[in-house]
């Protein structure tokens, strides 16, 4: 039988710069699935509030005109490369159609890196906050090279080295460019009632309310929502880590549980063809305002 801190000792036993991909596989698939889920969702729903990717999102529609089809499709595709690898074919037909579809618009670097920033910083604060434990040095480690991979492939430029590097980063971006955006917000409403729907009409004001308890006074700000008041907060944050004392003392997950097998996931019922996911924005028109769009190709197409 596996004891609950074993896979913290298998961790703790390899090298995170070799195995980078192994490590951060344990972790979100079988330490940490749902809380992992949760912080990618609100690692993703942070770049809103950078008026350049809040305005550019809606422009597009996706995230405002067909919410659970963006949600499935980006959850899936970055999917792929956790169960498969960067090097096996379904992570790289996975990282061409990310790919194919930033290639199309105007996406500065700097946006680019930043949002990459929220994928290891975010989850590594809400298991601060409501993880059943935090994650060690070794995870932090991995996630940072993890992500450093995936950027290379993505073309990213000036990559941070270290976890803490992508911290820096972030906090100094988001310091610098949050702010008020008028699309931006409309692409935060739709964020907000996506995340209602999953659940029965009659718990959805709930669930809108406990997502907005648990936004930081900067994301608040940025979308100039009123600041809940302390028992919202305190409900909130209070049920989450009363989740996570319990799930400490449960067994360990003997399966790994990938992101296609989220409740969450609707929009594939027959299921799905890798190369099929995401968008195909044609430039000048709805879905693409951009008619400069890039031509080159990027590392992974």
Known sequence: MVKRYDRLKEIRGMDPERDFHEIYRITVTREFPWDVTRALELALYRTYAVPSIGRLLDETAELTGRSQKRYDDTALLLDAVVEHGFDAEEGRTAIRRINQMHRSYDISNDDMRYVLCTFVVTPKRWLDDFGWRRLCCHELRAFAAYYRALGTRMGIKDLPESYEDFERTLDAYEDEHFGWDEGARRVSDATLELMASWYPAPLAP?????????LD??????????RPGPVARGVTRGALRLRARAVRLMPPRRKPHYARQNPEIKGYPGGYELPELGTWPTPGVRGCPVPGHRSSRTPGD
């Open 206 to 214: 709930l669930v809108r309310g406990a997502s907005i308890a648990l």
């Open 217 to 226: 006074d900067a994301l608040l700000g940025a979308f100039r929502y009123r």
